[in-house]
Each structure stands twice: as structure tokens, then as C-alpha cells.
């Protein structure tokens, strides 16, 4: 693998995804079948780099897909606990407590999304004028 833009061999695709999966780096090397210091010879090219961090991209997005997927129901069984009058007063603090917590945590992050959105536009204007 010499410079930016090449293709990975099948090796380096398998380092990758060991990467993403194996605990250790050693780890990753050894599931592969390659040395350490080949896996970090291949972690210094440009291209390695650019297709590592776009699968730990693709990822973590999938991970988010999920955790999304899944607040619905989280947020229902919060409701469900701080309602059910039978169980544990501190049940229902508790879980109370979580969904006032995630309302103001929503409520701050669209306030920051709407600071920046204005604060880009803002920018585009100032260097439309230059």
C-alpha cells in the first residue's frame, strides 16, 4: 500500500474490521494473521487511516440508529414505572427524575442546533460580502 487514495488489500480490510471488533490491538494483529508492527505500519498510511474512521463511522452510526430505535420504549417503561402508584416511591423518583433530566438535555441540544444554525447563516453572509 503506497500512497493516499489506493485501494486496501484484503488483509487491511480484515485488520480493519478486527479493529472494530478485538479488544486489544495485539488482538486485531493476531486475528488477522499479521505482525503488530505490520498492523502499525498500516495504521500510519493516510488511506488505512481514512478507512478505519469511516468504518468506526458507520459503526457508531449504526449504534445510534439503535439506541434511537429503542428511547421510544425506554421512555415508555420510565413513564410506566413513575406512574405505578404500587411500586417503590424511589422507583418512581428515579425514573421521574430520568425523563425530566432527558426533556432538559432535549430542550439544551435544540437550543444549541438553533444557535449554531443561526450562527452558520451568519457566517455564509459575511463571506458572501467579502
Not at 4 to 13: D, F
Not at 74 to 99: C, F, H, N, Q, Y
Request: glycine share 6%.
Amino acid at each position: 500500500m503506497g500512497g493516499h487514495g489506493e485501494k486496501l488489500t484484503r488483509n487491511q480490510s480484515k485488520a480493519i474490521a478486527a479493529l472494530l471488533v478485538c479488544p486489544t490491538f495485539s488482538d486485531a494483529a493476531q486475528q488477522t494473521g499479521i505482525g503488530e508492527t505490520t498492523l502499525w505500519r498500516w495504521m500510519k498510511n493516510e488511506s488505512f487511516q481514512k478507512e478505519y474512521r469511516e468504518a468506526k463511522r458507520r459503526l457508531v452510526d449504526s449504534a445510534i440508529s439503535r439506541l434511537s430505535q429503542a428511547a421510544s420504549g425506554a421512555v415508555d417503561t420510565l413513564v410506566e414505572i413513575m406512574r405505578d402508584k404500587g411500586g417503590p416511591a424511589s422507583s418512581r423518583v428515579s425514573a421521574a427524575k430520568a425523563v425530566l433530566e432527558a426533556a432538559v438535555k432535549a430542550i439544551e441540544l435544540e437550543s444549541i442546533e438553533q444557535r449554531l444554525t443561526a450562527l452558520e447563516k451568519q457566517l455564509e453572509l459575511t463571506k458572501g460580502k467579502m
